[in-house]
Every structure is written in C-alpha cells, then in structure tokens.
C-alpha cells in the first residue's frame, strides 16, 4: 500500500478549495507541536474543513490514497494526542466555530467541535448557563478535541468529566460514514450502543466529532474562593469530608509549599500565606446562598487543621487566588521541557503518594524538579518533572508504577495519547486493550485516524 | 458449522457442576418466556454459573461447540431481550448476588449481576445511601440486566439513567475474554475507550455483565408525594419548569384518566381524584428540607392550571398514591396480551402526540385499548396497546412512525430487543447501524451473543 500524497491533497483541494489545504512550512510546522514543546511533530500540511461532509470527503480520500489523519483543535492537549508524529495529515476543526442556539428550557447547546471552551461559556452565560468542565486552557481547547480527550478539570466533584456533559454528537468515523446521534437533545434515547460515550475519550482514534449537543448546567450567582493552609496532605485529605459536605462546593484544588514557592518566584510576588504552610487547599464555593457564612462554618468545623488562610469574594481577588493554582503549568514550562503525569490514587494513599514521588524520581534522574498538584477532590494529581531529556521516560515510569502498584490510573484526564501508551495494558490488562483494538479495527478499519495513539 | 449441544453442556456440568445445568423443561420454559408473556422463547438449557471464570469458559464452549447463548437475569425486560428466540442456552446470572461492603465516603459499591435492585437498595439504605436507578420491577431486576438495558425508571430527571450510575464493571465479551474496568471506583480513570459505557445499553449483544461498581446517590432523609389534577396534557407540560426549579423533586409521573379509570376498576377502588381531571402528575419531593412547603408553594405558583391534589407524606398514603402510576402494567396486563411502546418525543410535541396516538392506534386495530402513562418529566411515555395478536406490529408500527416523524426516540429507556428492530435504522439512519454491527462483529466475532437482538 503506497500511499499517494499528491493525489490526496488534489482531491482536498476540490473539496475545500484550496485556501483551506496549507502547505506553509511556517504554519505546519506551527500546528505540528504541541503548545508545551514535549511532543514535536511533522505534517506535509493542514487540512481546514469546514463542513461534516467535507470532512467524508477527506476521510474518504485518507483511506483511497493510504493517508494517515490527525484530527486537531486547540492542541491544547498534554499526552501528544493531536501532533502528527508520523508525518501524519492534519485535520484543523477549528472552522467548525458555530455557535447554536441556547435551549435554555433544556439547558443544553448544540455547538461545532472548534468552538473554544470560552466561547461556548460566553454564549451560555446570556442565559444564567455554563459549561459543566472548565479547564485552564479556556481559551483555546475546543469542544471537539475536550471530547475527544474526556477533558475533566476543574469541577469534575460537581458536574463530572467531559463525558458527562455530552447529550449527543456528529462525528465522521473511520470509515468515513457520517454518524449522529441525539443531536436533537432529547432526555432519554435508549437506541443501541453508545456511540457518544465510545467517542468521547477515543483521542481521535475512531472518528473525527463534528458537533456536539452539550448539556449546560447553571451558572453560579455568585463565588467564593478560599486559600486553605494545611500543615500536610493528610491534614488536607482528612478535610474532605467536611468540605464535601457543602451544597455549593465547585473545586478543591492542591497545591504544595515548594510548587507555590516556585510560582512566586515565576510571578514575582510574596507567598500567598505567610508563614508558608506545607499544604494549601483552594477551595471554591458558588451558588446563591451565604456562601462566605458557609465556607466560615467549614472553616470552623475544621478548627486547627487549617493554620491559617484567605478569603475573596470579589473576581479580581477570586482571580488572584486561583493564579497561584493555574500558573503551576507555566511556571513548570518556564524551567525547561516539561514531563507530565496525571493520575489518579485512593484518596487513602494520597498522603503516602505525595510523600514518595519526590524521592522516587529522584532516584533515576537526579537533580530533577518535581511539582505536585491538582484536584485533590477527586483523588486526581498532576505530576510534573523537568530536568530528563524529552525522550527520557524513567522518571515519569517509576511515578507510573507506583500509582499501578496503589491500584490507580495512569490517566485521571489527560488520556494515554503516546506519553502512556506503554502503560494501558499494564494498568488495563491484555483483554481490554485486545477488545479497545478490535473496536478500532471496526470503526477505523484502515488504521488512518491518529494511528500512533492511544492503543499500542 | 454445525452446533454440538452435547458436546457444550458436557462441557459446561464438567465446569459448572451437573446441578447448575438445567435442562428440567419445567425450568427451561419458564425461563424461555418473559413475565408479559409477550415473548415465548424455547430453550434446551439454563446454565447457572458462579463464578467469571464459569462464565468465561461458557463463553469459550459456546464458541467452539456453535451454540448460541442468551444472557439472563430478573427477565424482567419488555422488549423480547431476554428470551431465547431460536433456541438458544439461557445463562442465568442469578448467582451472582454478592453484595460489596459499601462504601461510604465514595458512595459506592460493588455488586454482583445478579443481585435485585432491591436487595441493593437495601444494603445501601443502612449507610443513608440508595440506588440512583428506581422502578416497579425493583424485587425482580437484576442489576445486570439493568446495565446490559440502561434501564431508566422513576428518577432519571433526578439522577440519570443506569449508564450514569456504573463506575466500573466486569464482563465477559463474546470473544471468552473476561474485562474489568474501574472496580475500584476511580472518581476519574481515562485510560482508553469507555467499556463500561459501551457494554451498557448493548442487551447482552456484546458481552455478559458479571460484576458492577455503581455510584450510589443520598437516600433522602423524607419524602412528599403530591397528586395533581389538571386539564390537559397542555397544562401538564407547562407545569414542568415550576416544578423543575423545586430542589427536592424526585419524580415527575403522567397519568391519564382514561388509565385511571382502568386500574380503579383493576384495583376496585374510587378514583383518587373526583371529579377525575383529563389529566394527573405525581410529583415525588425527597430531602431534608421544608418538603410540604416547598409542594405547597409550587401549587401556589400553578395556580387554577390544577384543579385538585391529593398529597401525602407517611409511607402508606405514599405508597397508595404511587399505586395509581404503577399498576397501569398490570392494568394492561389483566386485559391481554400488551404490546410496550416506550418513547421520547420533543415536549413541545407531548400534548398533540397523546392526543393523536389512540386515534393512530384505531385506525390500524379497531376495537384495541390504548394506554399512556410515564415519565413527563423527561419527555419519556409508555404507550400499551391490547388487542392486536401477539405477530400483528400495526399499532405500534403506526406509534413509532409518528415518534420518528416527531424527531423522537423509539426507544429512551426499554431498549430495542426484538421488538424495534426493525426501527433502529429508520431512526439512527444506516451508519449508525453499520457502526453498531462492526462493533457487534469486534467483540462478538462468532456472533454467539443474543444473536436475534437489537440489531438487524
């Protein structure tokens, strides 16, 4: 099976005029690496559809003239799902952009995958509505590519991953057959398999989504963001339940001492509490209620736990606060490349967790720096190492196996992309990656769409 | 290919133990036929495994030997999912009834498929936690059979249907391959396609569900149960969003009175309401708070669009309240053979689609009784037809063809089994179907699996 480049792109060409097939170096070579640097890619060039069929068309032709796809949105993603390690053709979904209609009645919103999560929240925000996820690269990460990964982030405790807030979809499989299902939003829709949820976290591995129908959830009337200090992670994890208990709880968010000393230092401001504790829990209520009187009452029932903290109820102070959280990522990249891990532990091993990661990459790359943080309420960490080599996987292997060794998940959000390929049999077991296989062989069955990814 | 019955069940007492192979006819009719006696299959075996490794080597037998196999448990479905059609072994999951201790502070737990809804609604009330899935069939249904059907019920507006309670579960696919995935309850676990997700919903078409993690949801602390008469269907539908803005509401209910008289007369009881409106919701508020006000302002809020209510807040008056909706089953039953439509239309459309139904249904049976009654507030009827021969589809054929012009769902919770077969494609469209048979065809490459089922 040769595969015919120039035959493929001509095809393109007729199909989406040729403005919307880029062959620029300067723009490939853009799109070809991810925003964080660790995965570097080539592609001969960048495919900007701007319709489902067009992208039949594409797919079509992919298979026709044996050319591999990677589908791409805002190439926000952290596991090298959306670069094009093989030279690879891109698909940049970002035209689709469409916007549809609030159903406010429904709470729901039919939107087109490059739609960027800020303009999907825009949009429902008229109507007291947001988006279920919000994730830091708001700006950017499209609609698609956050199905496409699952994207979880920062209000999973309260409204669940990605999967959670999709009602129906349009994708082009492998195949190149168009699929929809419940576009119409309709409440329950028992009709065969779940083609949705099988998209939804398949990394592009399976099919291209077009639109999603997206459920919307209430907007907060009104936020309160609190910085906790904890002397250690287990004080923070003891404190769970108490938190929890609170009705309009939207976040608890890790972060530790030496990661927040690091953002000060990025940032250049003093330490957020001072003195500093070892721990620090960020703690986000929304709602309509006495949210200040609610978080007091949480603080108190905690009593000595907490050694100090901050409260703001205003968004610029809201804002500040929650920086010391979200600039934890830049101020890693600012350092140099950056390894990242995302998983997930029993909350009865986190303590013990925290405690070991440090030492255990130590130990196979001396001298490197280990940052720690995440959404503690969902037992999910990020784990962030800077100092091997970008083809160096022994730090982030021994964090690996000793989340598989705890029972975990080598990925709480990110995917396996190609940064964990590796490790899905060994956290999923050879029957599950066998039966993941044979679905992509069913849906994709010419192995075109993102082939390096996912699956071994 | 010839099937070798004798060779398979020597094969399975060997594995199973001769007293869990059951070839008894009295047992192996009973089971062959549902409890509406709407779906009469035959059978030469009841297999009873205990264990997934029992199961797995069924699974095996059964592809070496040819034979066919239909998985079981409550046979409690309406849809002909469960019944061996052509003659195909029956395995009986019922053994499969351990109940996981519960875990509290996950709200989680582990079951086996055959444990009853019942049984772990049950073992979840003494920890204040309950089952998110709720219906009439709770003493019968299996929790197995519930995921292979993504069965729906009383609380959906509430909580979801069952795919949004599984966390995790354990299957065997058709291949023989045992798979597991999240039984330890992960609050996020993104590693690779959404198994659990997939299995749910596909009627034992691609797997056979042995063990489930399900969330569990706040048993409420007390409950309120409002009857409320109104004129029409019309002013039903838009009570819906006063009473979705009630924190505390658990169920919204449709019934008739037409479908009242009937089980007035089925139970040889006065009608709760008297004069009997055209129409009546029972509204289901569980919590902690003020439920009686919270009803009574609703009421205050509707206005003259009610005309008279019943409410009750002790478990009898209840319990008698909620008979009114949930004997309209065996209502139906007491007159005949039923045939169970189950669908979702567009709420916009409810009011002219319960009117025109009877009419639709006369025209093509004269003389038939149509019942409708269900889920209002998720869009969700049942429409009962008695009269028609048990091989005459017309009267549901002319329902599903109005639901479909509707832009509805033939199926939102029953699922499609044998008896909307033929109408997946007429509503999901060709490559949906095709999509759904390649992956049929993936984990079920012999196609031993429920063989008649849901696809065509």
């Known amino acids: 099976m040769v595969s015919d480049l120039a035959g493929f792109l001509t095809t393109c060409r007729t199909a989406l005029?040729?403005?919307?097939?880029?062959?620029?170096?300067?723009?490939?070579?853009?799109?070809?690496?991810?925003?964080?640097?660790?995965?570097?890619?080539?592609?001969?060039?960048?495919?900007?559809?701007?319709?489902?069929?067009?992208?039949?068309?594409?797919?079509?032709?992919?298979?026709?003239?044996?050319?591999?796809?990677?589908?791409?949105?805002?190439?926000?993603?952290?596991?090298?799902?959306?670069?094009?390690?093989?030279?690879?053709?891109?698909?940049d979904l970002r035209r689709f952009d469409e916007l549809g209609p609030v159903?406010?009645?429904?709470?729901?919103?039919?939107?087109?995958?490059?739609?960027?999560?800020?303009?999907?929240?825009?949009?429902?925000?008229?109507?007291?509505?947001?988006?279920?996820?919000?994730?830091?690269?708001?700006?950017?990460?499209?609609?698609?590519?956050?199905?496409?990964?699952?994207?979880?982030?920062?209000?999973?405790?309260?409204?669940?991953?990605?999967?959670?807030?999709?009602?129906?979809?349009?994708a082009v499989l492998g195949t190149g057959d168009a699929v929809t299902a419940n576009l119409a939003g309709l409440v329950k829709d028992n009709t065969g398999y779940d083609l949705p949820g099988l998209l939804c976290g398949s990394e592009g591995t399976l099919?291209?989504?077009?639109?999603?129908?997206?459920?919307?959830?209430?907007?907060?009337?009104?936020?309160?963001?609190?910085?906790?200090?904890?002397?250690?992670?287990?004080?923070?994890?003891?404190?769970?339940?108490?938190?929890?208990?609170?009705?309009?709880?939207?976040?608890?968010?890790?972060?530790?001492?030496?990661?927040?000393q690091l953002v000060a230092g990025h940032l250049g401001l003093p330490v957020p509490l001072d003195p500093l504790p070892g721990c620090l829990l960020l703690v986000e209520l929304g709602g309509a209620g006495d949210l200040l009187g609610e978080l007091g009452s949480a603080l108190e029932l905690l009593g000595q736990a907490v050694t100090d903290s901050a409260v703001a109820d205003d968004d610029a102070g809201m804002a500040r606060l929650w920086r010391w959280r979200e600039a934890h990522s830049e101020a890693a990249a600012a350092l140099g490349l950056v390894h990242k891990a995302d998983v997930t532990v029993p909350l009865s091993d986190m303590p013990a967790f925290v405690a070991a990661v440090p030492a255990r990459v130590q130990a196979v790359?001396?001298?490197?720096?280990?940052?720690?943080?995440?959404?503690?309420?969902?037992?999910?960490?990020?784990?962030?190492?800077?100092?091997?080599?970008?083809?160096?996987?022994s730090a982030l292997d021994a964090v690996f196996q000793?989340?598989?060794d705890l029972g975990g998940s080598v990925s709480a959000e990110h995917g396996i992309g190609v940064a964990k390929r590796h490790w899905l049999e060994r956290q999923r077991g050879s029957a599950a990656v066998d039966a993941m296989g044979a679905i992509k062989a069913a849906l994709d069955p010419d192995g075109i769409l993102n082939p390096g990814v996912l699956l071994p």
Do not use: C, F, K
Request: negative net charge.
């Open 365 to 393: 790359a001396p001298g490197a720096t280990t940052l720690l943080y995440g959404h503690l309420g969902d037992g999910n960490l990020h784990v962030n190492v800077v100092g091997p080599a970008a083809d160096d996987d």
């Open 207 to 260: 099919g291209i989504v077009t639109r999603v129908r997206l459920r919307l959830v209430p907007r907060p009337a009104a936020r309160v963001v609190g910085l906790l200090g904890l002397p250690t992670v287990t004080e923070a994890v003891a404190a769970l339940p108490v938190l929890r208990s609170l009705d309009s709880l939207q976040a608890v968010e890790l972060i530790l001492d030496s990661g927040t």
């Open 103 to 170: 159903d406010a009645p429904a709470a729901q919103v039919t939107v087109g995958a490059g739609a960027t999560l800020a303009a999907v929240a825009d949009h429902a925000a008229a109507h007291g509505l947001t988006v279920g996820v919000d994730l830091a690269a708001r700006d950017t990460a499209t609609i698609g590519g956050m199905v496409a990964t699952n994207a979880g982030g920062l209000h999973v405790l309260r409204h669940g991953s990605m999967r959670a807030q999709v009602v129906g979809l349009e």
């Open 17 to 91: 005029g040729a403005a919307h097939v880029v062959t620029d170096p300067d723009v490939t070579d853009a799109q070809a690496t991810d925003w964080t640097g660790r995965w570097r890619g080539s592609t001969p060039a960048v495919l900007r559809p701007g319709s489902t069929d067009e992208v039949r068309t594409v797919v079509h032709a992919a298979r026709r003239h044996h050319i591999a796809l990677v589908a791409q949105g805002g190439n926000t993603g952290l596991v090298g799902g959306s670069v094009p390690h093989a030279g690879e053709v891109i698909v």
């Open 402 to 404: 000793l989340v598989v």
